[in-house]
């Protein structure tokens, strides 16, 4: 476990440049000086099985480690997806969103593929500092990666990717040079970024307290152990939140809306190179 926030966040941020070079190119988009002070994280994301030794929990460990707090919980019921948002006292710290597939509503194939993928971890290494932004700790083929995204798109960008930040988040409402989300949205478009359209550009609206869009994922290469392929990879959100009643921004995730970001890393449509 990490003893302090800020590195955690700067591992997964340095381990999710790797695969997802547009984020630089976001921030030189989005941000109202060379320094960026003005891009603010709202949230990262993280994937997983619900199998024991790699579930959801387990992930969490790490952030309730540093202080962060069990929020929301959320379900997926066609995507097969269970997920809970955690959030750290000092406000000015990032959400963290963090799902898991439901494997035992999956085909046996897919169970099958998963275990063997889940057999080849350490326990060990779930809780060691490193295991946020380790990546996968199995082998696969590409043929097993394209039957497991024939079933499920998260299956297999797990299969590919496994543990590390699948996205950061622009909070649109911390920017100088922006004030919606659609000026964000257009300002990306010109750019030549490709926005998820999933359940239109703007997912969510004032009258729910947030409004998402999010980039396609980016591609990479990933070894498979019959070669190398290019998959998408990680992308890119951004959030503009509202206040509640109260006058306090609202802080938790939107069901129909975080159905829709899930599919910022699917292939079928063009990706950011
Ligand atoms: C998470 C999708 C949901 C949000 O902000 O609603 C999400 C994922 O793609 O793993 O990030
Ligand atoms: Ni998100």
Not at 111 to 133: C, I, N, P, R, T
Not at 238 to 254: H, I, N, Q, S
Request: glycine share 6%.
């Amino acid at each position: 476990m990490h003893k302090d926030i800020n590195t955690l966040f700067e591992c997964l941020w340095n381990n999710y440049l790797e695969v997802t070079p547009s984020a630089k190119k976001v921030h030189q988009l989005l941000a109202s000086s060379e320094q960026g002070d003005d891009i603010i994280n709202d949230h990262v994301a993280f994937r997983t099985f619900n199998i024991g030794k790699v579930g959801l929990d387990k992930l969490a460990a790490h952030f309730l480690a540093l202080g962060y707090e069990e929020k929301g919980e959320y379900h997926f019921e066609a995507k097969k997806l269970y997920a809970k948002h955690f959030e750290h006292p000092d406000d000015t710290q990032p959400k963290v969103f963090i799902s898991e597939l439901l494997v035992e509503k999956c085909s046996p194939a897919l169970q099958a593929l998963v275990h063997k993928m889940v057999e080849q971890v350490d326990a060990g290494a779930v809780s060691a500092d490193d295991f946020l932004y380790s990546g996968t700790h199995w082998q696969v083929s590409h043929s097993d990666y394209e039957a497991l995204l024939a079933e499920s798109e998260y299956a297999a960008w797990m299969a590919a990717y496994g543990y590390r930040a699948n996205h950061f988040t622009v909070s649109v409402n911390h920017l100088s040079n922006f004030e919606t989300l659609e000026s964000v949205n257009q300002a990306l478009k010109d750019a030549g970024f490709t926005l998820n359209t999933s359940g239109g550009e703007i997912k969510g609206s004032p009258e729910v307290c947030l409004e998402q869009s999010s980039t396609m994922a980016d591609k990479a290469e990933v070894s498979f152990t019959d070669g190398k392929v290019a998959i998408p990879s990680c992308f890119y959100e951004f959030a503009r939140r509202y206040p509640l009643a109260d006058g306090k921004l609202y802080t938790g995730f939107v069901a129909a809306s975080a159905d829709k970001i899930f599919e910022s890393t699917n292939a079928k449509v063009q990706c950011n190179a």
